[in-house]
C-alpha cells in the first residue's frame, strides 16, 4: 500500500501521556506560516556549548519533529536527534518543524497524487526558506551559507528534502533522505530531474530492504543514478546505503541518524 499506513499514523501526531524525553538543549516556539495559512510550532536543538560559547553552527531542518526528540510527542518511538547528537557532541543546530495534522500530506508533497492528493510543497518550502530560515538565523548564532545548512527527512520527509535541494540549489548545500517516498508523484519527479542540469549537493540515501514496498529501492536507484548523471562520483558528493532488514519506521531512521550525520557533516 505504499507505505500509507506510515503517511497516515502522524497526520494526528498521536500523543501518549508519558515524561518528555527531550533534552534540555531543546525548545519550542510558533511561528507564523502565511504561506501555509497556519501557525507551526517549531522545536529547536542546540549543542551542549552553545550558551558558554560565542561559536556559529550549520543547521539540519527536519520534518515531522513530533517525532525527533520525545517520546511523549511521537507515534511509535522517536529518533533521539538529540540525545545521539549529545553523544558525540555535535556542533550544529538542528531546527524541527512539525507537520500539520491532516495538511501533512499536503505540504510534504510536491505533485498532486490521484489517489492521496497532496501538492503542496512549494508553499511548505516557501514558508522554509523565506520566513522560518531568516527567523532562524536572525535568532540564533548560525553559519546561514549554503555549505552549512540541511534538510532532512524521511518517508515523504525525504521526499521534500530532495525536491528542496532541487529547487532551492542555493539554500541546501546538504540533504538527509531516509525511506523516500518517490513513488509520490514519480513521473513529475523524473519531469523535473530531466529538465534539471546541475546538481552539486550532498545527499546521504538510505532505505532498509524490508521496507514492506517493493519499489523502495529502484526508485532511490533512479536518482541516484540521476545525481550521478549530473556530476563526477569522483566528487563522492553522495552516499547510498541499503539497510539489510530494514523496516519503514523510527527504528531505521534513529539507528542510521549518527552515521548520515557524521557523512553529510
Known amino acids: 500500500m505504499k507505505h500509507i499506513f506510515s503517511l497516515l499514523f502522524v497526520l494526528i501526531g498521536f500523543n501518549v501521556a508519558a515524561q518528555s524525553s527531550a533534552s534540555k538543549q531543546v525548545s519550542t516556539f510558533t511561528i507564523e506560516a502565511p504561506q501555509l495559512k497556519s501557525t507551526k510550532k517549531i522545536w529547536v536543538y542546540l549543542p551542549k556549548n552553545y550558551a558558554t560559547s560565542t ?32 553523544s558525540i557532541s555535535a556542533k550544529v543546530i538542528v531546527i524541527g518543524i512539525e507537520h500539520g495534522g491532516d495538511k501533512r500530506i499536503e505540504e510534504l508533497t510536491p505533485f498532486k497524487n490521484a489517489k492521496y492528493g497532496g501538492g503542496n510543497a512549494d508553499a511548505y518550502l516557501d514558508f522554509i526558506v523565506t520566513t522560518l530560515k ?9 553559519k546561514s551559507n549554503t555549505k552549512n545548512t ?23 548545500g546538504k540533504v538527509g533522505c531516509f525511506s523516500p517516498s518517490f513513488w509520490f508523484g514519480r513521473n513529475e519527479l523524473n519531469d523535473l530531474l530531466a ?65 548520515a550525520y557524521l557523512w553529510l557533516f
Not at 134 to 142: H, I, L, Q
Not at 150 to 172: E, Q, R, T, W
Request: hydrophobic share 35%; with cysteine; charged share 30%.
Open 55 to 86: 561559536q556559529k553552527y550549520p543547521v539540519i531542518y527536519m520534518h515531522d519533529a513530533q517525532n525527533l526528540f520525545d517520546a511523549s510527542t511521537s507515534y511509535v518511538g522517536e529518533w533521539n536527534v538529540d540525545e545521539t547528537l549529545d
Open 134 to 142: 531568516p527567523k532562524v538565523d536572525a535568532t540564533y548564532r548560525t
Open 150 to 172: 540541511a534538510i532532512f527527512g524521511s518517508s515523504l520527509g525525504g521526499l521534500v528534502s530532495f525536491y528542496a535541494a532541487v529547487k532551492y540549489p542555493d539554500i541546501f
Open 195 to 259: 529538465k534539471t542540469e546541475d546538481f552539486d549537493t550532498k545527499v546521504y540515501f538510505l532505505c532498509g530492504d524490508n521496507e514492506g514496498d517493493a519499489d523502495v529501492i529502484p526508485d532511490m536507484k533512479n536518482v541516484v543514478y540521476w545525481v550521478n548523471t549530473k556530476r563526477c562520483e569522483c566528487k563522492k558528493l553522495n552516499k547510498e546505503v541499503i539497510v539489510k532488514g530494514g523496516q519503514h519506521n523510527e527504528k531505521l531512521w534513529r539507528e542510521s541518524f549518527k552515521k
